[in-house]
């Protein structure tokens, strides 16, 4: 059984730092994972924030987080972390992890923009004050 569970969440001040990791028990990794992070506020559709593909390292930023965020993968110890600087009030979301197998880049990118992954955590909520 697959289970994703995240866990750094928590209250920052305006321009702040906050690292959210996501512990994947029980899916085994492969060189054709695709592996996501989204964020979705109260009333809103949940959104995509980065995404990685195994096979070739190549990450997708979405424009907001562009050069504030960093995805990446530790296949060693199961995590998928999201290194967050800069923080602006309007990053504020619960944050989910989300991984699925695809054949390539390119499939990693259309499932990650359809929001098509088969594991999710329960999400960890990330709140940016002014």
């Known amino acids: 059984r697959v289970e994703l569970a995240e866990s750094g969440g928590g209250s920052v001040q305006d321009g702040g730092s906050l690292r959210l990791s996501c512990l994947v028990s029980?899916?085994?990794?492969?060189?054709?994972?695709?592996v996501a992070w989204f964020r979705q506020t109260p009333g809103q559709e949940r959104e995509g924030v980065a995404a990685?593909?195994?096979?070739?390292?190549?990450?997708t930023y979405m424009d907001p987080v562009r050069g504030r965020f960093t995805i990446s993968v530790d296949n060693a110890k199961d995590t998928v972390l999201l290194q967050m600087t800069s923080l602006k009030p309007e990053d504020t979301a619960k944050y989910y992890c989300a991984v699925t197998r695809t054949s390539a880049h390119d499939v990693c990118y259309n499932y990650f923009l359809k929001k098509d992954f088969d594991y999710w955590g329960q999400g960890t909520q990330v709140t940016v004050s002014s």
């Open positions: 990685t593909y195994s096979g070739n390292g190549n990450t």
């Open positions: 029980g899916f085994p990794w492969s060189n054709f994972d695709c």
